[in-house]
């Protein structure tokens, strides 16, 4: 542990260079243990959920005297005999009262031997209701739309700047579109999952989340226990893209079902369950009115936003929020508008509101450049704002530009005929289309502790998520340059609300707030050996902890990771069926701590805006108000053989104002922009312009 | 899901006579829909009969140059069986346009064919399903259904008790729809061979028989027979994405040109259409029209308009009309294409 004392010098530095993943072989060969795989107990018991059919209205009566009565049943919960919850919010009260307020409420859960067992006693409890006629279709014409106080992550709702409708009406260019997109799920690969046991009046739990410590608030309150009280377990999670970030009603259930019972209780959700238990993507209509002078100056912005939330929580998407900055205007407007529907609450997913925002934003700028008879490379290089255009501050980076340009040349831009409809390979129509990206480069409060030990690898031990991304890896790579040493004498651990608190895995936060905390422990063992042991680490070993979180650069500074998008759309003249062969995507997201992982993380992006682009819309059943395809059999997202040759690359952006690591975070940045980019291309192939998501085959039949 | 007895018996014979003692159970084949249907408590048998090592897992050659396939051949050894490649393309074509490799692998002959309607309102039992629960009503009509039938359906505005909207899922069965292919079945009072278009029933006034079987009978094999021309044939399908998905609309197709040039004239055709109806639909008047006119675009689409002139759509899947027009007529082009080349 010499190189403690030093600059590390004997390792090359692990940060940028190509490691695979460290978890990778365990995850392959079965050892990596999932939510639901945790063997903690020979026999535990299964919990199963009733829901109701019904979107609006109460329980008046429940018969479960014959699922009670079927062997291996143990206990029937019901809104009657469910332990009482502390505070909570109400979209998660669940088992507290008789009143139903979306499709799929949960109204009984059945605990029981076997989980087969469980399934067959839910089907046995009879519940009566009295219903109303849900109210599930949203539109601008309604009445009730209303301004909420403020949008998730803390966004103003409303942005004006300047006189938007006289700099409209004075444009000699002008277009004015509207664009919907509809409601989608998140589908990670491992559905919820949570395995809860008293142990006495300590809660565990073994659980699929993106963070332990998002949990302790909610259940601490909801189970009436201190923080000592419980343990939150979550090594690995197959994925979560929104849907794991806060505590859901499944995650009660277990606990309240293990406190029951007395016993260990699993608890895996359907993937027909997810459609209402774990929220879903606002569906939003966005009206776009750009202006620009005959040369392509925009001189006004307008993006108005209508999209709903649920009668049991308020969940604003910040959809315009990236209009705010991604183009210089000297008239601008954002609006965001909600409705208050009888439907599950919503949730984050895969880069709320920069996802369906850009895409709309992009789509006009599109549409704007045909009108201008102008390069829709060359408008966006044109608009490119010197400083952040509302909050006039500067960029702590910004290379949209060069991240255009440099897609252009490897997509082959060059000499692109604007007209659209004019190229067919065979009986496929071809296009193509560009789009700009950007995401806000953030972090969080995160505390990191470290043990050296002479001998031992060092224990680096931070309360982190890895959900799939690769943090398992990119973290002991960040804290072996940080410790001078090799990767292998890094003991990571993560995933354990006993750990030292961090922020959960989400708005591409999680390398840019625990890198900068393993740093700063790191630091402190290194000020520490040199301040109280001359410099060698003592045979008794040292501890010490490391913190990180925003500071002033956060008001000196616009940071933000952007990117573009190119894209070949081929479509069937005869059937309307479209699929891209190429996707050529460009990143400027400050240093890139693993270019394994961060090639993954840019091509999930990438192929979830292809997936939002051609497949992936949940259809609310205006009648019954529930998801009607809320199976992978008929909500489609993008398989293998959807995406085609994905061209990825970055620049190598250097930032040092955003953190000590200069990294911008590259969770989300990949699916923003991307759906823009195969509609655009899909007008340059067919002439029409799809102004609703998804462009599935139909849309090339409409009015014919 | 309802607890189930398992059942192994030693001979076809000995599973026809377990099953028709058991009013509730049923064949299991490789169990790719039944088991999900059991998860989701749409079927709900009380004893399962495992007859997936029962009846024959071989193709034979028949007599007239057509071939035998054992109701227990998987999809994926059906299609790569070379006999099936060299005389039945559309076959072929179509079990690689089903499904994905794994669900391939594990799936039968037999119960390819009795599959089960993907229609979402089936499938969830807390909805209203006059194939799932008979009088219940069919939540699809008035709700999603932009992937369900627009031929053949009993459409009364979904409230009543017949309405049913449900598509077949089987990409096979259509080939074998075109191919005019037999069903032999054994029951408790023998066995009987059912032409394959009075296999699958439209919904009429009892959805909830997708077939004119009895509870009981086995299928043990289905005969193709010969048809030369087939080697020029093909199965073409439109999806929402390049695999694995079910067909918005498909064709299956062979056709006999003679003579060549402008001046070929059709012979004779097999049209069958899937993705459109609750069954394998075979498009009888497109094929009278054609037969004995010209191989023209024209005359294709005028055929298939003829077909189609019986449709009754709803308004989110009235695009499977001009869709299923260009595909058959598409297709057909193609299939004349390589017969003048």
Redesign the interface.
């Known amino acids: 542990m010499t190189a403690l004392s030093d600059r590390p010098t004997t390792h090359a530095p692990a940060v940028g260079s190509d490691v695979r993943r460290i978890d990778g072989p365990a995850k392959v060969r079965g050892r990596a243990p999932y939510a639901y795989e945790h063997e903690l107990d020979s026999s535990p018991a299964f919990v199963a959920i009733v829901?109701s059919?019904v979107a609006r209205g109460r329980v008046v009566s429940i018969d479960a005297s014959a699922a009670e009565a079927l062997p291996g049943v143990l206990a029937v919960l019901t809104h009657e005999n469910a332990p009482r919850l502390g505070e909570v919010v109400e979209e998660i009260r669940v088992l507290q009262s008789a009143t139903v307020q979306y499709a799929g409420e949960p109204v009984a859960a059945v605990v029981a031997e076997t989980s087969?067992?469980a399934?067959?006693a839910i089907?046995r409890v009879v519940v009566r209701y009295d219903s109303e006629a849900p109210d599930v279709v949203l539109s601008v014409d309604r009445d009730d739309l209303y301004a909420p106080e403020q949008l998730m992550a803390g966004f103003e709702t409303d942005s004006v700047i300047g006189d938007v409708d006289a700099a409209l009406a004075a444009a000699p260019v002008a277009v004015d579109v509207t664009y919907a997109t509809p409601v989608q799920h998140n589908q990670p690969i491992e559905m919820h999952a949570t395995v809860a046991r008293w142990d006495g009046d300590v809660l565990r739990m073994w659980d699929a989340n993106q963070g332990p410590h998002n949990l302790v608030p909610v259940l601490t309150s909801a189970f009436g226990i201190t923080e000592d009280q419980l343990h939150v377990v979550s090594p690995y999670v197959g994925g979560a893209f929104g849907s794991k970030a806060f505590t859901h009603v499944h995650q009660l259930l277990a606990g309240m079902a293990a406190r029951v019972t007395g016993r260990t209780v699993k608890l895996e959700l359907t993937r027909?369950q997810m459609s209402s238990l774990v929220g879903h993507r606002t569906p939003t209509i966005q009206r776009l009115r750009l202006g620009a002078e005959a040369d392509g100056t925009l001189t006004a912005i307008s993006h108005e936003v209508v999209e709903h939330t649920s009668r049991n929580a308020e969940f604003a998407e910040q959809t315009a929020t990236a209009t705010r900055l991604l183009y210089a205007a000297p008239a601008r407007r954002t609006t965001h508008r909600l409705a208050r529907l009888d439907v599950p609450a919503p949730t984050i997913m895969r880069a709320p509101g920069e996802t369906p925002g850009v895409y709309a934003l992009e789509s006009a700028m599109d549409e704007l450049a045909v009108a201008l008879g102008m390069d829709p490379v060359e408008l966006r290089v044109h608009n490119e704002p010197a400083r952040d255009p509302e909050r006039d501050v500067p960029w702590s980076s910004r290379n949209l530009v060069a991240c255009l340009r440099q897609g252009a040349e490897r997509f082959g831009w060059a000499g692109r005929d604007p007209r659209p409809r004019v190229r067919e390979v065979g009986?496929r129509l071809v296009g193509t289309g560009v789009a700009a990206s950007t995401y806000p480069t953030r972090r969080r409060p995160s505390q990191c502790r470290i043990e050296a030990v002479p001998g031992k690898a060092t224990v680096v031990s931070i309360d982190a998520s890895d959900i799939g991304t690769g943090a398992w890896t990119a973290l002991t790579q960040i804290a072996a340059d940080a410790l001078g040493v090799a990767m292998a004498e890094v003991d990571l651990r993560i995933g354990d609300s006993r750990l030292p608190k961090a922020s959960g895995a989400g708005g591409s936060t999680g390398t840019t707030s625990w890198g900068p905390a393993i740093q700063a422990a790191a630091q402190a063992l290194r000020e520490r050996v040199h301040a109280e042991h001359g410099g060698q680490l003592p045979a008794g070993g040292v501890v010490v902890t490391g913190s990180s979180g925003p500071g002033e650069e956060v008001e000196r500074f616009s940071m933000h990771a952007f990117g573009a998008h190119f894209a070949e759309v081929r479509v069937d003249r005869?059937?309307?069926?479209v699929?891209v062969p190429r996707m050529t995507s460009v990143f400027a997201a400050g240093r890139i701590v693993n270019a394994t992982t961060a090639r993954s993380q840019f091509l999930g992006g990438m192929t979830m805006g292809l997936s939002m682009a051609?497949?992936e819309e949940s259809?609310l059943?205006?009648?019954?108000g529930?998801f009607?395809?809320?199976?992978l059999?008929?909500y489609?997202v993008?398989?293998?053989?959807?995406v085609g040759e994905m061209d990825i690359s970055w620049l190598d952006e250097v930032d040092e104002h955003v953190n000590p690591l200069g990294a911008k975070g590259i969770g989300e940045i990949g699916i923003v922009g991307a759906a823009a980019a195969i509609g655009n291309a899909y007008w340059h192939a067919t002439g029409r312009r799809v102004r609703d998501l998804p462009i599935?085959?139909?849309a090339f039949?409409?009015g014919? | 899901m309802r607890e189930f007895r398992y059942e192994k018996a030693t001979d076809p014979a000995g599973a026809v006579a377990t099953l028709t003692a058991a009013p509730e159970g049923a064949y299991l084949g490789g169990g790719t829909n039944l088991v999900d249907l059991m998860r989701l408590g749409v079927a709900t048998p009380d004893v399962l009969v495992d007859v997936r090592q029962l009846t024959s897992t071989e193709v034979e050659d028949l007599p007239d140059g057509g071939l035998r396939i054992g109701a227990a051949v998987p999809n994926a050894d059906l299609a790569a069986e070379p006999r099936v490649r060299e005389r039945f393309p559309l076959l072929a074509q179509a079990l690689l346009a089903g499904a994905s490799g794994q669900l391939r692998n594990r799936a039968t002959t037999g119960g390819n064919l009795l599959q089960r309607t993907r229609c979402t309102y089936f499938t969830d039992v807390t909805m209203p399903c006059n194939k799932r629960a008979p009088g219940s009503g069919c939540g699809a009509v008035a709700g999603y259904h932009r992937n369900l039938a627009v031929l053949g359906a009993t459409n009364r505005g979904g409230d009543d008790g017949h309405t049913c909207i449900a598509t077949h899922p089987s990409d096979m069965a259509v080939a074998l729809r075109a191919l005019d292919a037999t069903v032999r079945v054994l029951g408790a009072e023998g066995e009987r061979a059912v032409p394959i278009g009075e296999l699958h029933r439209l919904p009429g006034e009892d959805p909830s028989r997708d077939t004119t079987l009895a509870h009981g009978e086995l299928i043990t094999a289905i005969d193709v027979p010969a048809l030369p021309w087939a080697t020029r044939s093909r199965y073409r399908k439109v999806r929402d994405r390049a695999s694995y998905a079910f067909a918005l609309v498909s064709v299956a197709a062979a056709m006999d040109l003679r003579g060549t040039g402008p001046d070929a004239v059709v012979a004779d055709v097999r049209i069958a259409l899937g993705g459109v109806a609750h069954v394998p639909w075979r498009a009888t008047v497109a094929e009278d029209a054609l037969r004995g006119g010209p191989a023209t675009e024209e005359a294709f689409a005028a055929a298939v308009a003829a077909e189609l002139a019986a449709a009754d759509p709803l308004p989110e899947n009235a695009f499977k009309l001009p869709m299923a027009t260009n595909l058959v007529t598409r297709t057909l082009l193609q299939i004349s294409g390589e017969a003048r080349a």
């Open positions: 829901q059919p087969e067992v399934r067959d089907g027909q009986r005869d059937t309307g069926e699929r051609l497949h259809v059943d205006a009648v019954h529930h009607a395809n809320h199976d059999a008929e489609h993008a398989t293998n053989a959807d599935t085959p139909e039949f409409r014919e």
